[in-house]
């Protein structure tokens, strides 16, 4: 892992540069020009550079969770998380890799060296929780990495290699554990919150809690509940940890310091605005691994048309208990309320509508080659900009309220109070119904249409066709819209679908059952007939794809065709770290992108997989 060493300072958004680029601990270190950064000046730098964290996640996950997808067929291309799992080897760079160990981790250094220096506790709390969240985020998306001898994770010097040994997942779930404890005692230490030589943190250089430490020491919380998380259903899914799991969300949602933490931008220029937003920053600063959003070019997935069930063209609404004939006039856009919240209907030709289409299908498959991108939604909402996530104007969030309810309705459901587990897991979806304001927003049928969306997306427990682990998951997905924890949640499920052959609790996680079969009549239940199953992206970039261990009659239909992480930033550690690569494995492998996390992995898990589906698990 070659180190590139600098300090980026972002007071505020003003940005400037400061250091230089060296060989592997080069640093200047010369009496006469000391390398020093006081902790306010780059807390800011920290704090931003974790927040493009959360996006460059969340990018690469929408495509790999298949949310979206894109009007081109293309199996290989720039952007290799987006046309079909084609050439992740490729690869110029991960941009995760680089804001971990040196956007966030060198900079976090400094910041917590200064901060010791003098005596400011608080500065170096908040700088301890970025790290974690930075390193659980990377070990979820690569897997094994450096952290004993990354100079992004050690503050002694003599820890340090030229080739740093690259960690197991085992070792780094068990640190990031310990770490998170040791971290939220000295939140609860009053010589550490109420030292006398704390700096005053001013929201110029916090922009989410303005050194608040309450709310500080509530997302830790929170990070800790999403670390325990990883446990279930694979690897450690007992009571005893579904109740660590409970107890530790509540925990979070308690606090008295509980704010959502939610990194909000300005809009105007371009460093002020949304990642998410039309605007389409590239915050690259002179790197060429930073990624634009491109949802001006992207679709809805079928997978995730299903789940919210998506009419097509704006159809009229009647449930059959409606008894106002005026209500059957309004024309409605999807079972989900949610959905013309999060995307906006455009018009085409003769007719407003939501639609998708498989992933990496091709618009011109999928519909005509007469189909523009306009015919699909408007994935920023610019009409009424109703997706907070989508605007210039917007924030990133850290963590949401609804994704902890989730995680506690998750465990519940583990444990054996399913009961328990479907009313936090509404209020959950009630909870991501507020984040888009959906009630009192959509007309006259509002009551009728959410009453549907729950009959047919979260029915009651018991019977065959009750409550069960693929409603809560499914309602999940689409609350984690534009999330890192989406494709880390599809991941822990193994992408349970018949396409596969793998089930929880004896149901296919993600398969969408009552999907809306199209047709020219008002909405009625009578029109959800039809099943969806998650199922690869077309055009896979057979190169890689179907050349598996387990080819079987068919290697796509196999357990082990599938993503389950990226393979170790190419332009720094093919060049200077190419012994780890191969000793683990991950040197121009693609075998290496199918193997599965340890919470993938079934150890202890209390009967929840119920099918592995067909070979061996890589």
């Known amino acids: 892992m070659k180190k590139i060493f600098y300090l980026m300072l972002l007071p505020v958004f003003a940005f400037s540069f400061v250091g230089c680029e060296n060989d592997w601990l080069d640093i200047n270190t010369s009496p006469d020009n000391p390398v020093s950064v006081t902790a306010n000046a780059v807390l800011p730098s920290v704090l931003f550079f974790s927040t493009q964290q959360v996006y460059d996640c969340a990018e690469y996950g929408a495509y790999l969770s298949q949310c979206l997808t894109t009007a081109g067929k293309s199996a290989s291309g720039t952007y290799a998380y987006k046309v079909g799992w084609g050439g992740f080897l490729e690869m110029n760079r991960h941009p995760q890799w680089r804001r971990c160990y040196y956007d966030i981790g060198v900079n976090a250094r400094y910041l917590i060296l200064d901060a010791q220096a003098n005596n400011m506790r608080n500065y170096e709390l908040i700088a301890n929780t970025l790290l974690l969240k930075s390193l659980m985020m990377t070990t979820d998306l690569f897997g094994d990495i450096p952290v004993k001898e990354s100079y992004a994770f050690s503050l002694n010097d003599a820890d340090r290699t030229p080739n740093p040994k690259y960690d197991t997942q085992e070792y780094i779930y068990d640190y990031l554990e310990k770490e998170f404890k040791r971290v939220l005692a000295l939140y609860d230490n009053p010589e550490w919150i109420n030292c006398p030589t704390n700096g005053v943190i001013t929201a110029s250089e916090d922009r989410m809690y303005a050194g608040d430490m309450n709310k500080w020491r509530a997302l830790t919380k929170a990070l800790y509940a999403r670390l325990l998380v990883r446990q279930i259903p694979n690897r450690n899914n007992t009571p005893e ?8 969300v509540d925990d979070a949602l308690t606090d008295p310091g509980w704010a959502e933490p939610l990194y909000h931008f300005d809009g105007g220029s371009a460093e002020k605005c949304c990642m998410w937003g039309p605007s389409q920053p590239k915050m690259n600063l002179g790197w060429p691994q930073a990624r634009e959003n491109l949802l001006n070019q992207a679709i809805p997935s079928r997978f995730m048309g299903s789940i ?12 059959s208990v409606t008894s106002d004939p005026d209500k059957k006039k309004v024309p409605m856009y999807a079972l989900d309320p ?5 995307m906006e209907p455009r018009m085409n030709k003769t007719e407003k509508g939501l639609r998708d289409i498989p992933a990496n299908l091709g618009m011109d498959v999928a519909y005509n080659s007469d189909y523009k991108i306009d015919f699909f939604p408007d994935l920023y909402t610019t009409t009424d ?8 104007d917007g924030y990133i969030a850290y963590i949401t309220e609804e994704e902890l309810l989730f995680d506690k309705a998750e465990a519940l459901y583990w444990k054996g109070d399913k009961q328990q587990a479907y009313e936090v897991t509404k209020q959950a979806v009630e909870r991501s119904f507020e984040r ?15 009453s549907l969306f729950y009959e047919l997306r979260l029915p009651l427990l018991g019977g065959a066709n009750g409550f ?9 997905y689409v609350a984690m819209y534009l999330q890192p924890e989406q494709w880390n949640d599809i991941r822990r499920y193994n992408y349970s679908t018949s396409a596969n052959g793998i089930m929880y609790d004896g149901v296919y996680v993600y398969e969408v059952h009552n999907v809306f079969k199209e047709g020219k009549a008002n909405v009625s239940p009578k029109q959800f007939t039809e099943t969806f199953p998650l199922v690869r992206p077309y055009n896979i970039y057979t190169a890689h794809w179907d050349t598996g261990k387990d080819k079987g009659v068919s290697f ?13 930033d190419p332009e720094t550690e093919e060049k200077y770290n190419r012994d780890e690569l191969i000793r683990i494995g991950a040197f121009q492998n693609p075998d290496y992108l199918r193997k599965r996390m340890i919470w993938q992995i079934p150890l202890n898990d209390g009967g929840a997989l119920t099918n592995r589906g067909d070979g061996e698990w890589m």
């Open 241 to 248: 940890m579904c109740d660590k799991i409970i107890a530790a």
């Open 308 to 319: 919210m069930g998506f009419y097509g063209a704006g159809i009229p609404f009647a449930n």
């Open 338 to 342: 949610r959905a013309t919240r999060m």
């Open 385 to 392: 900009k109703t997706n907070p996530y989508t605007r210039d």
């Open 436 to 450: 888009y304001a959906v009630r009192g927003n959509l007309g006259i049928v509002e009551d009728d249409m959410i």
């Open 468 to 476: 069960n682990i693929s409603h809560l998951m499914q309602q999940k």
């Open 556 to 568: 796509r239909l196999s357990a082990n065709a599938w993503i389950n992480r990226v393979n170790p």
